[in-house]
């Protein structure tokens, strides 16, 4: 068995509305994938039909081999999936609920203890084990739905916003534990967390209106900003009111924008033109010109204006 | 069919677990004792028979059952478990029967708590047990039949008075056009009579007392394991095309 996913021009159409429109790509072993995109963009639905909640409209995917229109069971039987608003059966206790999803994914008796509490540890549930689950918070009720889709260590692990409505410890928790596991695993998780994809992500689908836009590593994905290769520089010097043109006259530098200025110290932005490197030039001519640098530093760029831009919402 | 037994086993865990169904037994067991002294006449008939207990049943059957078939699907909706569930590797027909046979199970349970009035008729006189025995069973299914259509109903809303509106709904008409007040009615009004025995053929009601006068007739018997049978399956066929509405 080969552990990957396969997506072919999958796509989910109600009525008029495009909700997916043909998306296709793939996801190897060890990869996570993240899902971004804005409200609406498609997300929660592709992950409906990759763990065939969803019959889809045209296209297919393939999941460690199997077929997801010909072969839900099978699917169904390797994949881990936290739905979006992480649901479970509130009238039972954690303990239960896990016990019940063991049964249903094929293990009883020893077997299926050493599973409970395998995910348990995993989670940190141990002293809510005996709780109805609907008087845990929502941190708990999101680690009991991550322990349901952890019980049988499924190759492909689908978290629809596993971090939505945690407190930032949690979010962090979660996060880790996701980097823990994904070594030998396909994850997929959706999320409009930008920190989240730079924190776990090893790649980044950006869809919008159903229609995949970008593909790429989380690096890759900022050098698209305006601002990457940015210089922001604090300087020094006599002559504070020209550097802004000084700046300004370098070739490759696009614009410059002054943060603060209270001479004799200045805080300037300088952008580049589109993929021109800058920084070196600034530093020789703060040399040549004698300016004293207070600091310095290269932006990386900017993931959510990247994200602003791609998905149509950049109006400014 | 592993499946089917696991999802039996919750769903009825979650019955003992939930209080409102213990007001539904209390509920069911005093309208019972109402119906049959108050109302039927149990004393004043001076039969040593049940005939006044079971005659009402299809009748407390219409509030009753549609209460507890309700939430069996629109609950999972509501709530979102229905993604959860189906994204586990259970088959749609699995998820369907583990389910009603809890929610039949729980109603069964519910009859035999009646067994007071099987007493009392043994104290009072000497009642032909078969008559009895064959009433129970036309009784449980009767209740199977109404928890078939309901189940059927609630996997179609997730709104739960919905799904008790329509049961009722449905199961009233399945009750009437085999009552013989009601029948008559028609016949009054010139319909032909052989379209309305065709029609009455299709009542709960008329396969439900053959088998309460004491005759296991197997078709009666047939009637409404096949209603089961085809309730549960559109059921399961409503699930799988429209799952996530």
Redesign the interface.
């Known amino acids: 068995m080969h552990t990957e996913v396969n997506v072919q021009n999958l796509g989910k159409h109600y009525g008029p509305i495009k909700a997916v429109d043909g998306i296709s790509f793939s996801v190897q072993k060890g990869e996570v994938l993240g899902f971004l995109g804005p409200n609406g963009a498609g997300k929660t639905t592709t992950m ?1 039909m990759l ?4 019959t889809p409209s045209f296209g297919t995917a393939n999941i460690c081999g199997f077929d997801i229109l010909e072969k839900s ?2 699917v ?2 390797i ?1 881990g ?1 936290i ?1 979006e ?1 992480a ?6 206790n954690v303990k ?1 609920f896990l016990e ?2 063991a ?4 293990y009883d008796g020893s077997e299926r203890k050493k599973r409970v509490t395998r995910v348990v540890e995993i989670t940190n549930l141990s002293s809510v084990l005996s709780q109805d689950i609907e008087t845990l918070s929502k941190g708990y009720r999101r680690r009991v739905s991550l322990a ?1 889709a952890l019980i049988h260590d499924p190759p492909v692990l689908i978290l629809d916003e596993p971090t939505d409505g945690l407190d930032p410890n949690q979010k962090h928790e979660v996060r880790t534990l996701i980097k823990d596991i994904a070594r030998d695993k396909v994850i997929i998780l959706s999320t409009h967390i930008l920190e989240e994809v730079d924190a776990v992500c090893s790649r980044a689908i950006i869809i919008s209106s159903g229609k995949i836009v970008a593909n790429e590593s989380p690096t890759e994905l900022r050098r698209r900003s305006r601002y990457a290769g940015s210089v922001e520089i604090a300087i020094r010097t006599e002559e504070a009111r020209r550097v802004h043109d000084i700046l300004q006259s370098i070739p490759q530098v696009q614009e410059v924008e002054t943060l603060s200025n209270d001479a004799p110290l200045s805080h300037y932005l300088a952008i580049p033109a589109k993929g021109a490197k800058i920084d070196e030039d600034i530093l020789k001519l703060a040399k040549e010109r004698d300016w004293k640098i207070e600091s310095f530093s290269i932006e990386k760029g900017r993931l959510d204006e990247v994200f602003r831009s791609i998905t149509g919402g950049g109006l400014s | 069919m592993r499946n089917l037994y696991i999802i039996f086993k919750r769903e009825f865990a979650s019955y003992l677990h939930s209080p409102i169904i213990y007001v539904f037994l209390i509920f069911f067991l005093l309208l019972n004792g109402v119906f049959t002294f108050k109302i039927a006449g149990f004393y004043e008939r001076a039969q040593a028979d049940l005939n006044p207990f079971f005659m009402w049943h299809p009748w407390l059957y219409l509030f009753l059952i549609p209460a507890v078939s309700m939430r069996i699907w629109s609950e999972e909706r509501k709530s979102g478990t229905i993604e959860l569930l189906f994204t586990l590797p259970v088959g749609m027909f699995e998820a369907m029967a583990g389910k009603f046979l809890a929610a039949w199970l729980f109603t069964t349970i519910a009859l035999c708590l009646t067994f007071p009035m099987v007493i009392t008729v043994m104290y009072l006189g000497n009642p032909d047990l078969g008559v009895v025995i064959a009433g129970y069973i036309g009784s449980i299914l009767l209740s199977g039949s109404y928890l078939a259509v309901g189940s059927f109903f609630s996997a179609t809303t997730k709104n739960q008075v919905i799904s008790f509106i329509v049961t009722f709904s449905t199961c009233l008409v399945m009750v009437l056009i085999g009552f013989e007040p009601f029948v008559k009615y028609f016949q009054d009004m010139h319909f032909p009579v052989w379209l309305l025995e065709q029609i009455a053929a299709f009542s709960f009601y008329t396969h439900f007392m053959s088998i309460t006068k004491g005759i296991l007739d197997f078709r009666d018997i047939f009637y409404f394991l096949s209603l089961i049978t085809l309730s549960l399956y559109g059921g399961a066929l409503v699930l799988e095309n429209r799952k996530a509405v």
């Open positions: 409906k763990t065939c909640f969803l069971i099978d169904r039987r994949v999936y739905p608003s649901p479970s059966y509130d009238d039972m239960s019940f999803i049964d249903i994914r094929g349901q």
